[in-house]
């Protein structure tokens, strides 16, 4: 009979069995949110996404959130992850589970919601181009601005942080250099110049002593 068959010794990939057995689902939500390591909280509920009309009994049955989208929004973002077993997982890009995140805000836990959001906007790959178009195409824009925009007022003030500590070693630097030229002018015209007249009115005075000495 067709099926995934697995020795008694061997770990069951169970996301990947249950996308097998229904090849339509995307995983989403706290699911997609640990695929993609914006949470390394692992889900509890295993949350996929079909398109509207498709019959979701079966799926209820096993236990599964479920989250539906009319087409368009259904295929919008669909990428392929690995899964922590090396199978290929059909789930949402990041910038279409952070979309969904802050559409169903009630069903995501609120650390995860904060520490995912966090993750997402402090990472260098992160898309805010492709999150935005999405978000307009969710009605969702005003709500993920406001994210966007906390984004760049922190990037801001820790720029203006950076700015600050280099004007500041800059200005310690040329107090210090002052410092260190002011210092030396005082070894030379307090200590180096009358050392060197000592010196010299001794050396006049051995020498006319030494004149006298001979006479």
């Known amino acids: 009979a067709q099926g995934i068959y697995a020795s008694?010794?061997?770990?069951?990939?169970e996301l990947y069995v249950i996308q097998k057995s229904n090849p339509i689902l995307i995983f989403d939500m706290d699911t997609a949110l640990y695929l993609h390591g914006l949470t390394d909280r692992e889900y509890s509920k295993i949350h996929v996404s079909v398109p509207k009309g498709y019959n979701t009994f079966r799926l209820k049955e096993k236990g599964l959130i479920i989250h539906t989208y009319d087409e368009k929004l259904y295929q919008m973002?669909?990428?392929d992850v690995e899964s922590n077993y090396g199978n290929l997982l059909k789930t949402y890009d990041k910038e279409r589970v952070i979309c969904n995140m802050v559409a169903g805000r009630g069903e995501v836990e609120i650390q995860v919601y904060q520490s995912a959001m966090k993750e997402y906007m402090t990472s260098s790959?992160?898309?805010?181009?492709?999150l935005l178009t999405y978000a307009e195409k969710m009605g969702l824009r005003d709500e993920i601005m406001k994210y966007v925009e906390v984004m760049i007022w922190s990037e801001l003030q820790s720029?203006?942080?950076?700015r600050d500590y280099v004007?500041?070693?800059?200005?310690s630097h040329t107090f210090l250099f002052v410092i260190i030229i002011f210092t030396?002018?005082?070894i030379i015209f307090k200590i180096f110049i009358p050392l060197m007249k000592y010196l010299k009115s001794a050396?006049?005075?051995?020498?006319?002593?030494?004149k006298n000495l001979i006479k």
Do not use: R
């Open 184 to 186: 030396l002018v005082f």
């Open 77 to 79: 973002g669909i990428c």
């Open 159 to 162: 720029n203006w942080k950076i």
């Open 167 to 171: 004007k500041f070693v800059e200005v």
């Open 125 to 130: 790959e992160k898309k805010l181009n492709v």
């Open 8 to 13: 008694d010794e061997t770990w069951i990939d």
């Open 203 to 210: 050396f006049l005075n051995a020498n006319e002593s030494n």
